[in-house]
Nanobody
Framework: QMHLVESGGGLVQPGGSLRVSCAASGSILSINAMGWYRQAPGKQRELVARITSDGITNYADSVKGRFTISRDNAKNTVVLQMNSLKPEDTAVYYC???????????????WGKGTLVTVSS
């Protein structure tokens, strides 16, 4: 079974910082990319940040300059450092990984269960 385990969510004041982490485990041949998505109440799930195994990053315009994504390929982990947090960043953050588990199959998206980030005074 493939598992993506997130950690680091919680409550933080506006302007504060928070770091969320995700570790993938299971039968892994390779990981093409890992990233973070978020879903706020009443809104669609959206991409926050993504990083490939080669280190190529992609950020939502709303978080550029505030969030930084990084990875440790050897440990199959991805970290999202969130700075200058705003109330509108409040959402459930989901870890995503594009993983190849067998030579007969291409990359498949896997999801964590999500971790809640609340930005409020």
């Amino acid at each position: 079974q493939m598992h993506l385990v997130e950690s680091g969510g919680g409550l933080v004041q506006p302007g504060g910082s928070l770091r969320v982490s995700c570790a993938a485990s299971g039968s892994i041949l390779s990981i093409n990319a890992m990233g973070w998505y978020r879903q706020a109440p009443g809104k669609q799930r959206e991409l926050v940040a993504r990083i490939t195994s080669d280190g190529i990053t992609n950020y939502a315009d709303s978080v550029k300059g505030r969030f930084t994504i990084s990875r440790d390929n050897a440990k199959n982990t991805v970290v999202l450092q969130m700075n200058s947090l705003k109330p509108e960043d409040t959402a459930v953050y989901y870890c995503n990984a594009e993983i190849r588990t067998h030579v007969a199959y291409y990359f498949v998206n896997y999801w964590g269960k999500g971790t809640l980030v609340t930005v409020s005074s």
